[in-house]
């Protein structure tokens, strides 16, 4: 008994071949799909929606901080959710229903989106002078927050169906899940 802790190796290393650190690939495919065209338009413009009202002085006025909390929020869950997809790390959460997810997140976000719009173009004339710097901005912004909501609106048009499964039946759907498990 006195020779065995002398016996057991405690050292711990990597498999020869694997490395201890692997960068995840790319998927250059997705960028490539309408789905992520959708999501690479929604950065974009989302993005110009809040640079353009953070670029006035909307802080007196409650209705733009509302547009600035929707435009930043749903920009950067955006720019997560991309980030997830294009290094296929949804793939690594497989417990999580990401077609569902996508489903309500596009959903909610075209419906806040459109609040934010309407919120946006209804408080331009009343908060500015027309044809100041300020006024254009918020306009500009009120414009590109109409072109955010109906993008969120085809993501979600895009998520439904994925979460449908394009078109077949429930049945076949989940046959089809059981048997790849």
């Known amino acids: 008994m006195t020779e065995f802790p002398a016996k057991v190796s405690t050292r711990t290393s990597t498999p020869a071949g694997e490395p201890a650190f692997r960068v995840p690939a790319l998927d250059g495919d997705f960028v490539k799909s309408p789905f992520g065209i959708l999501m690479v338009v ?4 989302g993005c110009l929606v809040w640079a353009l009202i953070a670029d006035t002085y909307y802080q007196p006025y409650p209705s733009y901080g509302w547009v600035m909390f929707v435009a930043i929020f749903f920009w950067m869950v955006t720019v997560i959710l991309f980030v997830m997809h294009l290094c296929q790390l949804q793939l690594k959460f497989y417990m999580i229903p990401w077609p569902v997810v996508l489903v309500v997140f596009n959903v909610s976000a075209a419906v806040l989106y459109a609040t934010a719009f309407i919120t946006s173009a209804a408080s331009v004339e009343p908060y500015s002078w027309p044809h100041s710097p300020d006024y254009n901005k918020r306009a500009s912004a009120s414009f590109f927050a109409c072109l955010v909501m109906i993008s969120y609106g085809i993501s979600s048009c895009f998520s439904i169906r ?3 499964g394009y078109g077949s039946n429930a ?9 790849h498990a």
Do not use: D, G, P, Y
């Not at 929604?42 to 413009?45: A, C, F, N």
């Not at 076949?172 to 899940?177: C, D, E, K, L, V």
């Open 42 to 45: 929604e950065i974009v413009l």
């Open 162 to 164: 994925a979460w449908r």
């Open 171 to 179: 049945a076949t759907s989940q046959a089809n899940i059981s048997n």
